[in-house]
């Protein structure tokens, strides 16, 4: 039973987080707090796993119990709950900078509070199981611009899979890696930030003009397109530049998978392992048959391990899908791809 304590100045929000949870009889709502004052004495009190934690509050904040918590050898998982403006972006990363385990955005509007159910519950249970250890970055002797690319895109549903799988991807892999997630303007410096300290291998939100880098994960910047462009490096090798583009949206969002994919396929060709997880929509079909086309290969995670299947199931009806596996074989695979790939230019 996993026991959590929220935490909302807002009856409304308390009420509605309470009513999603305990859908799952697996979550226990010990408590609830309407500051952060009270928090922190029902943090003692009650001893919950995990805690939902509101940024904005009277007489102390989130923020202020996260500086407070960090004085204490134990304390409990904490999910923040963030609002959806660019305020709420900064103080999410301060927040992740701060301890804070994970964040999820709050709805913009009351009739859709209860959308967010499903995931709310996929992040306690997936939060509770992972560990707090931080982990060392390997020191990778085969830095410098990546021949080969790992491309991975996400949506709903995709952060927790993404916790997993860049964790399983092992610090010396002889190629660079992109994930595109969708997720509002702001928050991915927040969420690379977060995956920094969970993966492998170093991880930081792309920035205009970035090389793709052998060992080094790239987290594709909200509100823009991430284009991969080849480019001419040192003794003439053909590198992967990161251009931002301000591009329309594609399938209502922008950055768009399809965008990076289609453009990666182009400067990496063959050399291009792409793999999709849980969302919604139609992104990244495009881009997966582009992969294939260039002779790359696309990898799809299973249906049982998602949240939402739209964006894996726009690749298969486009014919552009090699294998299909479960999550905790994902980076196996990608490995051995990535290795078959090195051995083949040698």
Known sequence: MVKILIVDDSVFMRTIIRDMVTKDPAIEVVGTASNGQDALEKIQQLKPDLVTL?????????????????KQKRRPKILMLSTLTSEGAEKTREAIHLGADDFMLKPKDIPHARDIGDELISKIKHLVTLSSKPLQHKVTTSSGS?????????????PPMLDTLLAEIPADLPAGVMVTQHMPTGFTAALAERFNRIAAMPVKETENGDIVETGKILLSKAGVHT???????????????????????I???????????????????????SVILSG????????????????????????????????????????????????????????????QME????
Do not use: W
Not at 54 to 65: C, F, K, L, N, S
Not at 305 to 332: E, H, T
């Open 54 to 70: 509101d940024i904005e509050m009277p007489r102390m904040t989130g923020i202020q119990v996260l500086e407070n918590l960090q």
């Open 146 to 158: 990546a021949e080969r690319v790992v491309l991975i895109g996400s949506s709903a549903g995709g």
């Open 227 to 249: 284009i991969i462009s080849g480019d001419i490096g040192a003794n003439n090798a053909r590198i992967g530049r990161i251009i931002h583009s301000n591009a329309p949206t």
């Open 251 to 273: 399938h209502g969002v922008r950055p768009a998978v399809d965008k990076t994919f289609e453009s990666a396929a182009h400067v990496y060709g063959k050399n291009i392992v």
């Open 280 to 339: 919604m929509g139609n992104d990244a079909g495009e881009g997966a048959h582009a992969i294939k086309e260039a002779g790359g290969t696309s990898l799809l995670c299973d249906e049982r391990d998602c949240l939402v299947y739209g964006m894996a199931r726009s690749a298969i009806q486009k014919n552009a899908v090699d294998k299909v596996l479960p999550l905790r074989k994902l980076a196996a695979e990608i490995e051995r791809l990535v290795y």
């Open 343 to 346: 051995e083949a230019r040698v």
